[in-house]
Structure formats: structure tokens, C-alpha cells
């Protein structure tokens, strides 16, 4: 199974500061590029727990009797850490976004350079895909999904085609979408804003921001005092939420502070984010909007 190389690979495995006796979490396996650098610092006694929700992601388990692959969504980690005996860990590694293997297979509907049917579940076992949210979401829901997670300034004028080209046939493959939006796709502007437009969709399919969500706060249950979290995200939705949460501990608003002014956050971020180099982005186009935040846990 082709997967690209690992984006910023010595530097968030180097944020996790590993201690070759620890246990840790790489909560995006993909192609297994991160965990195989954590399994090469760690002895005989280290440990790595992967997670991958998507199937095509089995093939390329790594044979190692230090290593487990889970074949579930990172939102439940702490569930399945717990199934296998593990109460806290060293540190967690995550690299969020689509894998370039998904990129890659046409038919899995996540790239706007193929034909495809709308597809983009990153789990392939769920029944809920973009064909669903083209199709059946009501125009206020559609515009929503288009302007909150696709930050698109013509979400309104979007979501009324959509809604008006399926009414003489359902939207059933990318190019049936791109021929809807089309009056709102200058040729100088297509690929930019049709990427925005499957980016929209495709977090509401995945559910990706509550995941990840869900994750983070779970992250800090089962993190050693000292553990680190190294994370890397793609948009800014997704940044936004890991740098509030290692800031603050809280997605929104600011941390109460005790009678004396101090305030009690379970993270403290460690250095500045760190982005990839005009190198690697050269040979890795997929490093391009990478953007590394590392934090131990207080």
C-alpha cells in the first residue's frame, strides 16, 4: 500500500521526548512512518499503540511484538486503551488530515483531481458519506457545513445550487458537483475553491473536529505527569482547536483564575510550532500547510 513520506518526521517524534522503557500512542497510523521511528527509539521493554480507522491502513502493520494497531477512530482512545490494560502513557503523537494514500486512490473521493462518486469516509466500514450531505442535507445545514468548516464567502449561493441541481437528478460524482458550482468557480480560483468545498464536506462526514475534540480532551485522562503531546494540523480549524486546548485546556473562551490570579491548565506548550522546510515541502507537497504544536502535560 503506497503512502507518502511522513511529514515532519524527526521533529514530532523528537517532541516526544522518548524514554525507551515508555509507552506511547501514534493516534494516525496511515502508513506507519512515525510509529516505525518511535519503535526504533524505544528497547526492548517500549511500547506503541497505533490507532487507524481506516482499513486500507492494516496493511501495513508493522510484525514487532512491541506493537499494536487498532483498526478504530482516535476519539476512542481512552475505550481502547483501557480494553487492553493501559491506564496512562508517555506521549501521544497525531498527524490529523487525510493520508496521501487517500489522496491518491481515486475512488475513495477525497481528491478534486480525479472523476470520482462522492465518497470521503475515512472509515470505509461507516454508510454516511459525501453523496448523503450533497444530497439530503437541507439548504440552511448545507450552507452552514460550507461556510463553518469550508470558510467559503459564497456558502449561501453554494448550498442553493446544490440544492437546486439535485431536484432533476441526484449529485452523485464530483464532476455532477463541480458542474453545479460552477458559476462560482473562476478559472483562476477552481482548485482552491473547489478544495475548499471538499474540505467542508469532508469534515462533516468524518466528524473530524469533534473527534478531534473528543481526543484531546481524552489525551490529557491518560498522559503520565510529563507526557507530551506532539500534533500536527492542517487548517486552521483543526490548529485552532489544539493550540486553545494546550493554551488553555478549553476550546473556547479563557481559563478561571484561583483567588491569588493563577491559573490551572492541565498542558504547557513547549516552544513555538514549528512548520516544515522549503526541502521538504519540495519532495512532500503534502507538508505544505503543516503546522507541528508540542505540549507536556503539568
Do not use: W
Not at 481528491?111 to 458519506?129: I, Y
Not at 445550487?161 to 463541480?178: D, G, H, T
Amino acid at each position: 500500500m503506497e503512502y507518502h513520506n511522513p511529514v515532519l518526521l524527526n521533529e514530532t517524534v523528537d517532541g516526544l521526548a522518548i524514554n525507551p522503557e515508555g509507552v506511547y500512542v501514534d493516534v494516525t497510523f496511515g502508513g506507519g512512518g512515525h510509529s516505525r521511528e518511535i519503535l526504533n527509539r524505544l528497547n526492548e521493554n517500549g511500547k506503541l499503540i497505533a490507532f487507524d480507522q481506516d482499513t486500507d491502513a492494516l496493511e501495513n502493520a508493522i510484525d514487532d511484538s512491541r506493537f499494536l494497531l487498532i483498526n478504530e477512530n482516535f476519539r476512542f482512545l481512552k475505550r481502547f486503551l483501557r480494553f487492553y490494560g493501559i491506564t496512562e502513557v508517555d506521549g501521544i503523537l497525531g498527524d490529523f488530515g487525510v493520508s496521501s494514500h487517500q489522496f491518491d486512490v481515486a475512488e475513495r473521493g477525497f481528491s478534486t483531481r480525479f472523476e470520482a462518486e462522492l465518497d470521503m469516509r475515512m472509515n470505509q466500514n461507516d454508510s454516511f458519506s459525501a453523496y448523503d450531505v450533497v444530497n439530503a442535507y437541507e439548504e440552511a445545514k448545507l450552507r452552514s457545513v460550507l461556510s463553518q468548516y469550508g470558510e467559503l464567502r459564497a456558502a449561501a449561493g453554494m448550498a442553493r445550487v446544490i440544492c437546486e441541481a439535485r431536484q432533476n437528478e441526484p449529485i452523485k460524482s464530483s464532476e455532477q458537483l463541480k458542474k453545479a458550482l460552477g458559476r462560482f468557480l473562476p478559472k483562476h480560483k477552481e482548485n482552491k475553491i473547489l478544495a475548499q468545498v471538499y474540505q467542508a464536506i469532508r469534515i462533516e462526514v468524518n466528524q473530524e473536529l469533534d473527534a478531534l475534540k473528543e481526543f484531546l480532551m481524552q489525551s490529557v485522562e491518560v498522559l503520565k505527569k510529563e507526557g507530551r503531546l506532539s500534533l500536527i494540523s492542517y487548517h486552521s480549524l483543526e490548529d485552532r482547536l489544539v493550540k486553545r486546548f494546550m493554551r488553555n485546556g478549553m476550546f473556547e473562551g479563557e481559563p478561571e483564575k484561583d483567588v491569588f490570579g493563577r491559573v490551572e491548565v492541565p498542558l504547557k506548550p513547549v516552544g513555538k510550532f514549528i512548520i516544515p522546510s522549503e526541502e521538504e515541502i519540495k519532495t512532500n507537497n503534502r507538508a505544505r500547510s503543516a503546522k507541528l504544536r508540542i505540549a507536556k502535560k503539568l
